[in-house]
């Protein structure tokens, strides 16, 4: 009898297991396979993940990195997803674990994503669920009606009116800048410079000013703790990672603990300062705590201070990280080729009256937006959007099984010489001459700032900064690729240059 108490239970429990880890997905598999779609075999418990890892170590060891600038990284930083595009073409589905997944890279289906309006298809849990220590279950991270909730707090904070309002700052923010790299020149003509910090402090100090007003001077620390949580993070597979069945190195797991609740008491203690003071100027971080407080989805004390918590974590990594990322790239293309640069001088000179950068002459600058609208196509900070079937979901005409997780790869999506023309790698900002829709042939698929209804809500705030920062250090300097520089685009949460970007700087003759 105590025999067959156990085998009962146990034979439950290997019955559950093969369910959950092959039967189920092998459903999911079927439902993709009937619709034409093809991809790689996967094995017992680990679906893809060992081909993913020999591909990429092959891929490595192959890369040739830093020689010269080329711009296709496809290849080095992503190489499971190019192999199997070759073999299967622009949809194809993959599996990690007992994870199923769909890469959907035609320009036509990602049209279609981008038009619909579905919630059905949200942030995949799994993902999202490791990136929980740098969210929370902000805007970036939650799904349904608490995200339609944040969502419409904190959107009218980057409309483009409010905006408009935030240059003169922005303006402000970038002047140290300025003056420390006048500095580094110093009596002298040349200066190597490596401006990947400089940017981000620009950055970080416009989206503390602009959205946390007086607190902004907190901002610094909160910062300089969010890099470090995210340099720690992206040391753990954050995407396509081997299955861990719950075993994730616990040394990094305490760091990144004791990093969290750092920067959760910091953000905290910028908020009781703000609730002292009783602000009347109503900025980003006086909306969430008025949400917080009116929000019936928010109920205890506990859940206030987290709603609040994370989103002010959320706008300080989505609004400076990928701003200063984006500017470095620009900085790297501009400073690679000098006829651009030549032509952004001229521009900004034109049309800032006595050199002043201001909200009208942001808009006057068509030269500016060609180079930033060709640097985020190469060079999109964002590498991935992301979503899964909350509920089974119809993309075009694909029927997508509940649970499966699709991926279109930004980079690769901007490079697809059907939908950009022969020269898709090269850098040729012309092609934006006449805005996206005459760029390419598909441009609902020119997504650097993602897709649907769950686009960046930072669109014009970035833009804005961009063309302020770019502007300033055009009209003011002259600069090259320093021999320095190593080509190496790096996958950290976003597409950034693994040794940063050197440059020689001098004193431009306008400037
Ligand atoms: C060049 C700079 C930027 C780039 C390339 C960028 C790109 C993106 C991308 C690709 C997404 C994901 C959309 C999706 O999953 O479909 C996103 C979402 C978001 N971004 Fe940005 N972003 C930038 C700057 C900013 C700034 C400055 C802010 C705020 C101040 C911001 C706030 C957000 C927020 C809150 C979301 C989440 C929207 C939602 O889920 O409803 N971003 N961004």
Same mark, same amino acid.
């Given at each position: 009898?105590?025999m067959?108490?156990?085998?009962?239970?146990?034979?439950?429990?290997?019955?559950?297991?093969?369910?959950?880890?092959?039967?189920?997905?092998q459903?999911?598999?079927?439902?993709?396979?009937k619709q034409?779609?093809?991809?790689p075999? %996967?094995c017992?418990?680990?679906?893809n993940?060992p081909?993913?890892?020999?591909?990429?170590i092959t891929a490595?060891?192959?890369?040739?990195h830093?020689?010269?600038?080329a711009?296709?990284?496809?290849?080095?930083?992503?190489?499971?997803?190019?192999?199997?595009?070759k073999?299967?073409?622009?949809?194809?589905?993959?599996?990690?674990?007992?994870?199923?997944?769909?890469?959907?890279?035609?320009?036509e289906?990602?049209?279609?994503m981008?038009?619909?309006?579905?919630?059905?298809?949200?942030?995949p849990?799994?993902?999202?669920?490791?990136?929980a220590?740098?969210?929370?279950?902000?805007i970036?991270?939650?799904?349904?009606?608490?995200?339609?909730?944040?969502?419409?707090?904190?959107?009218?904070?980057f409309?483009?009116?409010k905006?408009?309002g935030?240059?003169?700052?922005?303006v402000?923010?970038a002047?140290?800048?300025?003056?420390?790299?006048?500095?580094?020149i110093?009596?002298?003509?040349?200066?190597e410079?490596?401006?990947?910090?400089?940017?981000?402090?620009v950055?970080?100090?416009?989206?503390s000013?602009?959205c946390?007003?007086?607190?902004?001077?907190?901002g610094k620390?909160?910062?300089?703790?969010?890099r470090?949580l995210?340099?720690?993070?992206?040391k753990q597979?954050?995407?396509?990672?081997?299955?861990?069945?719950g075993?994730f190195?616990?040394?990094?797991?305490?760091?990144?603990?004791?990093?969290?609740r750092?920067i959760e008491s910091?953000i905290?203690?910028?908020?009781?300062?703000?609730?002292?003071?009783?602000?009347?100027?109503?900025d980003l971080?006086?909306?969430?705590?008025?949400g917080?407080?009116?929000?019936?989805?928010?109920?205890?004390?506990d859940?206030?201070?987290?709603?609040?918590?994370d989103?002010?974590?959320?706008i300080?990594f989505?609004g400076?990280?990928?701003?200063?990322?984006?500017?470095?790239?620009?900085?790297?293309?501009?400073?690679?080729h000098?006829e651009?640069?030549?032509?952004?001088?001229e521009?900004?000179?034109q049309v800032?009256?006595e050199?002043?950068?201001?909200a009208?002459?942001?808009t006057?600058m068509?030269?500016?937006?060609m180079?930033?609208?060709?640097?985020l196509?190469?060079?999109?900070p964002?590498?991935?959007?992301?979503?899964?079937?909350l509920?089974e979901t119809?993309?075009?005409h694909?029927t997508?099984?509940?649970?499966?997780?699709?991926?279109?790869l930004?980079?690769?999506?901007?490079?697809?010489?059907?939908?950009?023309?022969?020269?898709?790698?090269?850098?040729?900002?012309q092609r934006?001459?006449?805005?996206?829709?005459?760029?390419?042939?598909v441009?609902?698929?020119?997504? %650097?700032?993602?897709?649907?209804?769950?686009?960046?809500?930072?669109?014009n705030f970035?833009?804005?900064?961009l063309k302020?920062?770019l502007g300033?250090?055009?009209?003011?300097?002259?600069?090259?690729?320093?021999?320095?520089?190593?080509?190496?685009?790096?996958y950290?949460?976003i597409?950034?240059?693994?040794h940063?970007v050197?440059?020689?700087?001098?004193?431009s003759?306008l400037g």
């Open positions: 009898f105590s067959l108490s156990l085998a009962l239970p146990l034979a439950c429990l290997l019955l559950h297991l093969f369910n959950t880890t092959w039967l189920k997905p459903r999911v598999r079927w439902k993709l396979q034409g779609i093809r991809g075999q %996967p017992f418990l680990y679906g993940v081909q993913m890892q020999r591909i990429q490595t060891k192959a890369a040739n830093g020689e010269i600038v711009h296709d990284y496809t290849s080095s930083l992503f190489p499971y997803f190019e192999q199997w595009r073999e299967f073409g622009q949809v194809y589905t993959y599996s990690t674990g007992n994870k199923q997944h769909l890469y959907v890279n035609n320009p289906l990602v049209k279609e981008n038009q619909s309006l579905t919630l059905d298809l949200g942030k849990g799994y993902v999202t669920k490791r990136l220590p740098m969210l929370g279950n902000g970036l991270r939650s799904n349904g009606i608490v995200w339609a909730q944040q969502r419409k707090i904190i959107a009218p904070e409309f483009v009116d905006v408009k935030m240059v003169g700052l922005m402000e923010s002047e140290p800048l300025l003056r420390k790299w006048e500095g580094c110093g009596g002298g003509v040349v200066a410079i490596r401006v990947d910090e400089d940017l981000r402090s950055s970080a100090d416009v989206i000013r602009a946390f007003g007086s607190s902004y001077f907190k620390h909160i910062f300089s703790k969010l470090n995210q340099k720690l993070m992206s597979p954050l995407l396509f990672g081997v299955p861990t069945f075993f190195p616990t040394g990094h797991q305490k760091e990144i603990r004791g990093l969290e750092e910091l905290w203690e910028a908020v009781k300062e703000r609730k002292r003071e009783s602000s009347k100027e109503k971080m006086q909306m969430i705590l008025e917080a407080i009116n929000d019936h989805f928010v109920v205890s004390k859940a206030s201070k987290r709603f609040i918590v989103n002010c974590k959320n300080y989505a400076h990280e990928s701003t200063a990322v984006a500017a470095s790239w620009c900085l790297m293309l501009l400073a690679l000098p651009w640069q030549a032509r952004v001088r521009e900004v000179a800032c009256r050199g002043l950068i201001d009208e002459s942001l006057k068509k030269t500016v937006t180079v930033i609208q060709e640097a196509r190469l060079y999109p964002a590498a991935f959007v992301s979503r899964e079937a509920e119809q993309i075009g694909f997508i099984p509940k649970g499966v997780c699709t991926w279109t930004i980079p690769n999506l901007h490079r697809d010489s059907n939908n950009w023309g022969c020269d898709a790698n090269e850098f040729r900002p934006f001459a006449h805005g996206v829709s005459s760029a390419c042939k441009p609902h698929a020119y997504i %650097p700032f993602g897709l649907g209804p769950r686009l960046c809500l930072g669109r970035a833009l804005a900064q302020v920062v300033l250090i055009v009209s003011k300097f002259t600069f090259s690729l320093s021999p320095k520089y190593i080509h190496s685009p790096a950290r949460m597409v950034e240059p693994e940063g050197h440059i020689l700087v001098q004193r003759e």
